[in-house]
Structure formats: structure tokens, C-alpha cells
């Protein structure tokens, strides 16, 4: 139950008091309240933060069965420009339904605080149809692809469907304007209110999927949209839909764009452990921005300088940690509420592209790309562990530059 960590009182906060200044308005808060599980014998909000809803089914299941449980919730937003609320010219509906657990093998269900440093998310795949209505005025923009958009009664709802998706997010306001193209057979869509070089995201955008395809492997889904919105961090990635936050520069926009474009191969399409193993598809976000950049010079934003910059970030992460504390601590598999804020960023986007850039020079690019093609097709729909994506390499250096990584032996 995502939703509840916006309550007031909510152990785990959504925002760190560094981005206070997402609550425009001042204090703000919201909630997710249950109102009935059906049928079911009993069900109870649980968890360290209320954020588990536990339910004993009506009946027992075994391996085959299936089970059907209805949920009524009501969901309160906060005015924030965050993933979930109410912000200064959209909503934003990131995380805002309760969700299914990840199920771990001989260790059951997975619980999920919300962190505010990182993404604290980890779920499986499913297949989503949805409802969703809206005032007449507004456009709302999603993960899935539309079946159909009807209007009447001062309102307009829309149908979409969406197939082997780990989550589903709408944004929706009353400003937004459409582009729209094709790349690889994939429908492209862009939302947006304040972008006077519109065409050039679109395109931007439409160039990402063709680059990233022919890299890694077809985009996951018929649809892929961006959407401009207020949001306190640079974008946020959801199966088949980005949040592009409104108050970037015109490179950072660029960079934003690309980097959540490329999150829809490593995250919604190959999950991983977010909470602990952040870097996973951090670290691969930014090192597939490096390589659509290295070859795209036109979009004026330099791969090198990039590369380097996060080089000096993470070397002068280490010299201030070894100052105060005595010795640097650059292990990489940590849960997030172990993490400062600053020394998230450096250690799961910066040593992250830092741990690709490095495996690639060891391994050559033939290998390295082969790699990066077989992690994607053998764990697309799945959730991938560390082992996993080294094994992806089939040489036995792969696990090593990736464990001295991870264990923080490498030296940089």
C-alpha cells in the first residue's frame, strides 16, 4: 500500500527533508484507506509502516488454482510533485493502488518500505486491464495502450490493456497537447504543456526506442509514453510510461527523457530488487544513456564528460567518507534506508555506469552486447539477481568486475 506513506505520522517519508520543497503549498498530506476485501475470510493493514494489507483467502490455493479477491480503497493525494499527487498542473498516479508482493522462493512475500532515497519498489509481472475516468477536460496519459476513450456525463474514461507489466501509472491534467510517431512498430506518444522544441523530444524519444531495440532487444509493449509533469526528482519510469519533470533545463529534459526511456529495458521489462540491489538498473539506465549519447552527438549532450563527471562524483565520494569516517564504504548491494541521499546517486547511477563501463572494456564490445542481449531476452517479464546478469556474460570475468564492484574492492 504505497499510497500510505503520504499520510501524517508515516514512519518512512516519501521526501526527504533535502526536497521539502515539493510540498509547494506547504504541509501536505494524503493516504490510502481500505474499505472492503471480498470474498476472503479475514484481512488486516499490517506491516512496519501500515503498508502491508493482508489477506487469508476464503478457501485454500495449491500450485495451479487460482483466486480472485476484490478490493474497494480510496485514495487520498497529497499536493506534492512527487510520483503520487496532486501537483502544480497534473496528477500524478505513480504506485497508487495496493499491489501484490513479490513471492520469493522459500522466503515468501517480500515487504516494501518507502524509502525516500531511490525507488522502493519491487513487484511482479502481471497483465493490467483498467478503467479509468476522468473529468471531461482532462487528458490523461498511461501506461497501457488505449482500447477505447469515451465521453459523456461531464466525463471521459478510458479502457486500456496492458500485458506483462510489473505496474501501471496514469498521469492526467487539463493542459496537456499530444505528439505523436511510430519507431519500430512501436506507438509513441508524448504529453507535454510547456516545450517549445516539442518535435525535437518526440524525435528524441522515437530514436531512443529504435537505438535501445537494435541494442538490447524489441521494446516490451505496443506503447510507450512521456509525459511532462511536476515532479521534484529528475523523471520517474513506469512499464510503458515516463514522468518528465517540468522544471529541468533543456539538457538535463534531454538527458531525463533518455535515461527513463532506457529504464523500460532495465527495470520494466527485466526487474530486479530496487530496495537492494538499486544499481541493477540505475547503473544500466545511465550506462545505455552513455552509449545513445556516445553515438548521438547531434542531441549536444557529451558522453565523455558524463563518464568523466561520474568519476570525480565518485572519487570525491570516497575522499569526504574516508575524511570523516576513517574509510570509504562503496558496496554497492545495500538496502536503500542505508543509504545517504547524495551517496545513493553516486553509488547506484555513478559507480553503476562506472560497473558496465568497466565490464565492457574486459570483456570487448561482442561479448558485452551479447551479454547485455541474452540478460534481456532470458529475464524480460522476470526479476533478475546479480548472479543472474553476470551469468547473462558466460565469462567467469564478468563475475569478477562485477563482485569487486559490488563488494567494493574495485579501485577507481
Known sequence: MYGNAYRDGAAYKPISAAFASAYYGGESYGGMEILSVSPCASWEICGEDENILRVVLAEEVFPGESAQ?????????????????????????????????ACEAGKGFYECEYYADGDPFYSECADYSVTFTVPAG????????????????????????????????????????????????VHI????????????????????????SEKFGDFPYETYSAVQTGFCFGGMEYPGLSMLSDALTLSDYRYTAVHETAHQWWYAAV?????????????????SSYLFFAEREEYGISASARLDAAHTAYNALCSVQSQVFGRADTTMDRKLGAYGGYEYVVIAYDKGML??????????????????????REYSGGIARPEDLAAAFKNAGASGVIASFTDGTAVL
Open 138 to 185: 482532462y487528458t490523461a496519459a498511461a501506461s497501457g495502450q488505449t482500447i477505447s476513450a469515451e465521453s459523456g456525463g461531464g466525463k471521459r474514461t478510458y479502457t486500456y490493456a496492458l500485458e506483462n507489466a510489473r505496474d501501471f501509472a496514469v498521469v492526467c491534467g487539463e493542459s496537456y497537447e499530444i505528439m505523436q510517431t511510430q519507431a519500430d512498430g
Open 355 to 376: 560497473l558496465f563501463d568497466t565490464l565492457r572494456a574486459a570483456l570487448g564490445d561482442r561479448q558485452f552486447f551479447a551479454g547485455l542481449q541474452r540478460y534481456y
Open 189 to 212: 506518444l508524448y504529453y507535454y504543456y510547456d516545450d517549445g522544441e516539442a518535435e525535437k523530444t518526440l524525435a528524441l524519444l522515437a530514436d531512443c526506442v529504435r537505438y535501445f
Open 69 to 101: 479477491v476484490r478490493i474497494e480503497y480510496t485514495l487520498t493525494l497529497a499536493n506534492v510533485n512527487h510520483r503520487t499527487g496532486v501537483t502544480e498542473r497534473a496528477v500524478n498516479l505513480g504506485n497508487f493502488y495496493p499491489v501484490l508482493c
Open 271 to 287: 526487474g530486479n530488487n530496487e530496495l537492494e540491489h538499486a544499481w541493477m538498473d540505475e547503473g544500466l539506465a545511465e550506462y
